[in-house]
């Protein structure tokens, strides 16, 4: 039986506050996915050391860059919107140093919400930094009165995405205000919401296994189809074959 992989997440942070201590968190979704794909996550704190992440870079076969609040667009030279709200800085910077390690190894990647956006900006991307304002026309994509809004999901034939959900009629979550805007060189578009914004992201690249989702497969309010995507990426993982790119 072979051996199942080891497969990184990041953590979120939140600083200490007058009811209580700092935070390191992650939720239960995340891990949950990853082991009832056939993985086992370990997960780790935001960690200052670039040495000590890459440490744990050699011993993992695979990451997921989890979801959070909204990076700084200052950071890749953009004014800050009123509508950021962004995670905190201890948090960013290890994402970043994350991304950026992750990428020079061409380790297998999923990254999901504001994962997905990082992956786009570290690689040459940019993002809309609020829908409503940059994309009138596009639908709502957050209702902070509906933690279970969902819209539709139109998935790129030949795709990972499409092995997942077939042409069935699909249906995600969506919880963001940002999105992808110009796609990063080396990534292709492989699902975008009806009004054309875009859902998921994998790499074209014969070297790197790197997939990105705007939807999140691993909350409650996922289907079982969505959850099909962990699986997807185990198994890239364990049978590199199933890997190969499918987007030109």
């Not at 709200?85 to 061409?106: G, N």
């Not at 805007?181 to 859902?199: H, K, L, Q, S, Y």
Request: charged share 25%; net charge negative.
């Amino acid at each position: 039986m072979p051996r199942k992989p080891l497969i990184g997440l990041n953590a979120d942070y939140r600083p200490s506050r007058k009811e209580g201590p700092a935070l390191c968190y992650l939720p239960a979704g995340y891990f949950n996915a990853i082991q009832a794909a056939g993985g086992i996550p370990v997960i780790l704190p935001p960690t200052e050391d670039a040495a000590d992440i890459a440490r744990v870079l050699d011993l993992v076969q695979g990451f997921v860059l989890v979801g959070g609040g909204d990076l700084d667009p200052r950071r890749d030279g953009f004014q800050l919107h009123s509508s950021v709200r962004p995670m905190d800085a201890r948090r960013e910077e290890f994402d970043r140093k994350v991304m950026e390690l992750v990428a020079e190894r061409r380790m297998p990647l999923l990254a999901i919400g504001a994962g997905m956006q990082l992956l786009n900006i570290s690689q040459g991307g940019n993002l809309f930094l609020h829908l409503p304002e940059d994309v009138p026309e596009a639908i709502p994509h957050k209702d902070p009165m509906d933690p279970e809004h969902r819209h539709g999901l139109s998935v790129v034939f030949g795709t990972l995405m499409e092995r997942v959900y077939g042409d069935s009629e699909i249906r995600v979550n969506s919880m963001h205000h940002q999105a992808i805007d110009e796609v990063a060189p080396g990534f292709a578009v492989t699902a975008r919401c009806p009004d054309g914004v875009i859902e998921a992201i994998e790499s074209t690249m014969d070297d790197w296994f790197a997939i990105g989702t705007q939807f999140h497969p691993e909350a409650e309010s996922a289907s079982a189809l969505d959850v099909r995507i962990f699986e997807e990426f185990v198994e890239g993982i364990t049978k590199p074959a199933r890997a190969m790119k499918l987007v030109a």
